[in-house]
T-cell receptor, first 114, second 112 residues
Framework: EAQVTQNPRYLITVTGKKLTVTCSQN?????MSWYRQDPGLGLRQIYY???????DKGDVPEGYKVSRKEKRNFPLILESPSPNQTSLYFC?????????????FGPGTRLTVL | SQQGEEDPQALSIQEGENATMNCSYK?????LQWYRQNSGRGLVHLIL?????REKHSGRLRVTLDTSKKSSSLLITASRAADTASYFC????????????FGKGTRLHILP
């Protein structure tokens, strides 16, 4: 089944404890992206990647890191999480650029930073 | 800065009625997309309309695009309880075609 998977789905952590949220797609998509969704603010893009070893900042990249060593995986890293990073995170992928192609979204990761 | 903005923020209608949501944007676009999100879940792509298209249909969905007014509308005909969800428009970021911006969404509630 074609899908985007994220792990974990739910995470409660404490300030400053490094964490990684994994994202994997099995559709051989070139484009992958991370979004965060907050009440009243909608979805905001954190980072995106056009292809392996190519990443770029979205609109809210501060406090996050990503890597794209393989085409299928695009992990999101929070080196030192803070409470303002409490949010619902979505990974998405598309065969081509996001503006011209359908993006497929993962199920979301709900992160709480205490 | 937000590119697309949906209107209304929330909409409640009776099952069987038609639901219309609007999206306005600020700068010229090559295309516009609509997505649906069921509560707390990932977004699902509904339809993409290109700037040279005025109307597009997909099942009970009808999307229009008016580039002169910089606006789009999503019409859901004969609404069902399963249509209860949030609906987002997405437009490209300025002149860049490698990233898009989502609006804040319209929350649609279908009443039984």
């Amino acid at each position: 089944e074609a899908q985007v998977t994220q792990n974990p789905r739910y995470l409660i952590t404490v300030t400053g404890k490094k964490l990684t949220v994994t994202c994997s797609q099995n559709m051989n998509h070139e484009y992958m992206s991370w979004y965060r969704q907050d009440p009243g603010l909608g979805l905001r893009q954190i980072y995106y990647s056009m292809n392996v070893e190519v990443t770029d900042k979205g609109d809210v990249p501060e406090g996050y890191k990503v890597s794209r060593k393989e085409k299928r995986n695009f992990p999101l890293i929070l080196e030192s999480p803070s409470p303002n990073q409490t949010s619902l995170y979505f990974c998405a992928s598309s065969f081509n650029r996001a503006s011209t192609d359908t993006q497929y979204f993962g199920p979301g990761t709900r992160l709480t930073v205490l | 800065s937000q590119q697309g903005e949906e209107d209304p923020q929330a909409l409640s209608i009776q099952e069987g009625e038609n639901a219309t949501m609007n999206c306005s944007y600020k700068t010229s676009i090559n295309n516009l997309q609509w997505y649906r999100q069921n509560s707390g879940r990932g977004l699902v792509h509904l339809i993409l309309i290109r700037s040279n298209e005025r109307e597009k249909h997909s099942g009970r969905l009808r999307v229009t695009l008016d580039t002169s007014k910089k606006s789009s509308s999503l019409l859901i005909t004969a609404s069902r309880a399963a249509d209860t969800a949030s609906y987002f428009c997405a437009t490209q970021h300025g002149n860049r075609d490698d990233k898009i911006i989502f609006g804040k969404g319209t929350r649609l509630h279908i009443l039984p």
